[in-house]
């Protein structure tokens, strides 16, 4: 018994390792360029200090998603398959996700709706007439059902989610109507039990 391990684990000393799958080539040479032209529109714009913190990455492990942004950290991470539609939709993608960027250093601490006239006043002054809040590219899809539901406690507004909140979350219509957009206790988001449909 110990011999035949001693020789299963030299053998596997012995084994050639087969060569890494080959990577699919991604545009990374131009991240610089595009942290150039970020930093451009917002020195236009008179956003210096967030001109100083944008960076741009690409990311590899997005599937369906053409770009995110991350205010807090001035990101912005765009697919690699953007490439495959050309440099001007790689532009537009940049932009629309800068003007997330632009619209939160804007507002400071106040807090905006992702997609509501805060943003869409940036994506015009970033040269995005008539942007719209989700791209139509054909990128893969993949469904996932829902499996974490909440509900709030004033407007019963439901709200079917596939990872659950990491943090208080309330209802924005209802801090926006009843509280200037700031969070309000009173109106977070409730856990309810629910089968997905």
């Known amino acids: 018994m110990i011999l035949a391990r001693q020789l299963d684990f030299l ?5 050639p390792r087969r060569p890494p799958a080959p990577v699919e080539k991604i545009c990374t040479s131009n991240e610089a360029s595009l942290v150039q032209q970020a930093q451009q529109l917002l020195r236009a714009l008179g956003c210096d200090a967030l001109a100083l913190r944008v960076t741009i990455r690409w990311n590899t492990r997005m599937r369906s998603t053409a770009g995110m942004a991350y205010a807090s950290k001035a990101l912005i991470t765009l697919n690699p398959k ?43 002054d970033l040269g995005l007439l008539d942007e719209k809040r989700c791209h139509t590219l054909p990128l893969p899809r ?3 059902p829902p499996r974490h539901f909440y509900r709030c406690p004033v407007c019963q507004t439901e709200l079917p989610r596939v990872h659950p909140f990491k943090r208080k979350t309330a209802c924005f219509p209802c801090c926006k109507k009843h509280n200037g957009g700031r969070y309000d206790e009173r109106f977070r988001f409730m856990p309810i039990k629910k089968s997905a449909e």
Not at 95 to 118: D, M
Request: overall charge positive; proline content about 4%; charged content about 30%.
């Open 11 to 15: 053998t596997r000393l012995v084994t």
């Open 82 to 124: 953007l490439c495959a539609f050309g440099d001007d939709e790689v532009d537009r993608t940049m932009r629309h996700e800068l003007a997330h960027l632009l619209a939160h250093h804007r507002a400071g601490r106040r807090r905006i709706s992702p997609h509501g006239p805060e943003w869409q006043q940036a994506c015009r």
């Open 142 to 144: 993949r469904k996932v």
